[in-house]
């Protein structure tokens, strides 16, 4: 999404203030309730796919996105998928599991940042990107967790959105800076609204009374060793965070470039796998650079 840049001065503003703007913020019911009966399905056998499907046909959103993902240069079919029994057995109920949280939360996320101008598709293939590599860097130390991992790395950065739902005007000024500077992108959140999106993401949602391992994830992304809880789960969404935009997969917002090393040797890989963790870490890394080369396709397909 485009558009002109707001160029009024926006003083910054104090926490009691800021607090008070969030307040008018909506709730975003799909964080808080996921269908349960879909869950269900969900985590049963594949011959449980007919009942599935009826359940996907209830949601013309989320129908369309399968059918769309499913046909997508990522899976290389020779023809067209057009019956939902058959997305789903090719996409297996893991992809499928994942797609529903996807659709409302994204759908929530842009009703949230209403109209102000921003490139929200390739945030929104950011966004999803890091729900999958945090996912996978997750998978490589421990078993399945419910997808809470793949929900913290899906909405580490809805400061962002909060942002330019509640103080568009300092959002905007605030990007069009960093565009024309390169200058660090908390740092002058700070200075132009008082607050970076890290902080502010977090705030909201404790507001909403949103899980710990969600408000951690907003909070320490960027600094995983300062996380109180869970510190495991933020430091795989530090590293995804900051290899998706090393491989420029969507677009975070922040155009300061990552590089090889960047990602490499943040903290996030000392909390996760210590120095006599040498070779589990290497098998994680090469599990990343394979998960590097679908995603494109895939993120085409989903957003």
Sequence with gaps: MTGELLSTPTPPLERQQIEIRLRSCPRLPSLSSVNSALRELL???QRYTSQIAEIIRRDPSLTARLLRLVNSVYYGLTTSINSIEEAVFYLGVRQIRQLAMVTPIIEDFQRLAGNVP?????????????ALLTREIVSSFRGPNEEVDYVAGLIHDVGKITMAAAFPQHFQTIYRRIRETREDLAAVEREILGMD???????YLESHHLPDVMVQAARFHHEPEKASHHAHIVAAVQIADLLGRHARIGDSGNPVEVRQGDWLNVTGWLLLFPEHAEEERAIAEAHLRASLERLPSLLEGLV
């Design 197 to 203: 999106h890290c902080e502010l993401g977090a705030m």
């Design 43 to 45: 985590n049963a056998d």
């Design 118 to 130: 921003f490139r929200w598709r390739q945030f929104w293939q950011h966004c999803i990107a890091v």
